[in-house]
């Protein structure tokens, strides 16, 4: 998707885009803007979490693999702010998939293009947790 500069127009564009959405709409606008960069090999690991990126360098390296994905998914919805959006957790399950959970994981990001799976429908068996704050704080 283009270069830093164009990512990162289209990511405020996102945001500012979704900041009024209905939520629905805006979990899988954002779920969605984040599928469609490219996927690369594991670049982020869960272990080094205290040296991930943050946002715009995330944007600035263009290096999207599947838990970059989650963190870009986490920032953003952090920096929405809305009070609708709670309780984010970072997740991964059984099969290694790197998942965004929304609001007591009512809702399931970063599945698929197209998708925020919902709990009761899905049968993921979650292996590991961690806040979504611990990558946010760097924001604040």
């Known amino acids: 998707m283009g270069n830093y500069e164009d990512r ?5 564009q996102l945001r500012t885009e979704n900041f009024d959405n209905d939520l629905e709409s805006a979990l899988l606008a954002i779920n969605n803007w984040w599928q469609m960069l490219p996927l ?5 690991h869960w272990e080094d979490d ?11 390296d263009g290096v999207f693999c599947d838990l970059t994905k989650s963190l870009g998914i986490v920032y953003t919805l952090h920096l929405l702010n809305r009070n609708d959006i709670n309780d984010v957790m970072l997740a991964v399950t059984d099969e290694g998939d790197n998942l965004v959970l929304v609001n007591d994981a ?23 947790t961690m806040d979504a704050t611990i990558a946010t704080k760097k924001l604040n």
């Open 8 to 12: 990162l127009v289209l990511w405020n």
């Open 106 to 128: 009512k809702y399931i990001l970063n599945w698929a293009p197209g998708e925020i799976l919902n709990t009761a429908t899905s049968q993921l068996e979650i292996t590991k």
């Open 40 to 44: 690369d090999n594991a670049y982020l």
């Open 50 to 60: 205290q040296n991930w990126p943050d946002p715009w360098d995330i944007l600035a």
